[in-house]
């Protein structure tokens, strides 16, 4: 599950992403977050398929209201689940005409939450997925649905950009950075070269010679660039970290 956080105070966003990673740790089912301190900059990622679900503060600073954001949302996706967080409770009736999941006072405590994460889990099913555009033999355009589940990595090739999932490669006419601006900002997705990105859920180890080993078999093998070798190691190993916190282990 991919919950998107749009907070404007760093004390909110601290304490939000807390208590889910507490509630997924003990229900053993992971999460991976996002964190956007403004309407305008959730709304540049956002797409239909980016998240599970969107924590949005009500009030928000300058720019966008939480209310704002949530109309906009609904322009492009009437059906995800939106929970609203406010210090101020005189605001529920605004938030009903976007039909929010939940609403929750701030100082936002752990049974709250917990209550919402339950019923979020009951609403929650489609995986998250990227859109590519793809010619068939014909020559026509046609839009491919790619869980990022399934997706290894993506490289630019011939004036486009290749895809390598678990079942095969495609091809896409689109730019290599429009479709990596659809996926998830949560660490598990990395750049870990120009024009190349890896998923992190299907590496095993980097080493320090700059090999990527890959967990899949059929993959040719991939090497880091010296410049960002470093950088590599140091976000695989963040990114296992949260794998192994989500799951509740250590």
């Not at 190349?196 to 320090?208: E, G, H, Q, R």
């Amino acid at each position: 599950m991919h919950i998107a956080i749009v907070e404007d105070l760093k004390s909110d966003q601290d304490n939000l992403t807390r208590l889910i990673r507490e509630y997924s740790a003990g229900t053993q089912e992971a999460v991976e977050l996002s964190v956007y301190g403004s309407g305008e900059a959730f709304l540049k990622d956002f797409r239909r398929g980016f998240c599970s679900a969107v924590f949005l503060d009500i009030m928000l600073g300058e720019g966008l209201t939480g209310i704002d954001t949530a109309w906009e949302i609904r322009a492009i996706d009437e059906q995800l689940p939106l929970i609203f967080t406010t210090s101020e409770t005189g605001f529920a009736l605004d938030s009903y005409g976007v039909h929010a999941l939940d609403y929750l006072v701030k100082p936002v405590r752990a049974d709250a939450l917990g209550w919402c994460m339950k019923s979020l889990q009951k609403v929650v099913a489609a995986p998250i997925c990227i859109t590519i555009r793809c010619l068939s033999k014909d020559g026509e355009a046609t839009n491919r649905v790619i869980p990022i589940q399934n997706l290894v990595r993506i490289e630019s090739f011939r004036n486009g950009v290749l895809l390598h999932t678990v079942s095969g490669e495609l091809h896409s006419s689109q730019t290599y950075s429009d479709v990596v601006r659809q996926l998830p900002k949560t660490g598990r997705f990395w750049e870990y070269g120009r024009g190349v990105t890896v998923n992190f859920s299907f590496v095993d180890a980097i080493l320090d010679n700059g090999e990527i080993r890959l967990t899949v078999e059929d993959q040719e093998a991939l090497f880091c660039s010296r410049r960002k070798l470093k950088d590599t190691q140091a976000a695989f190993t963040d990114y296992q970290f949260t794998v192994l916190r989500n799951e509740g282990v250590g």
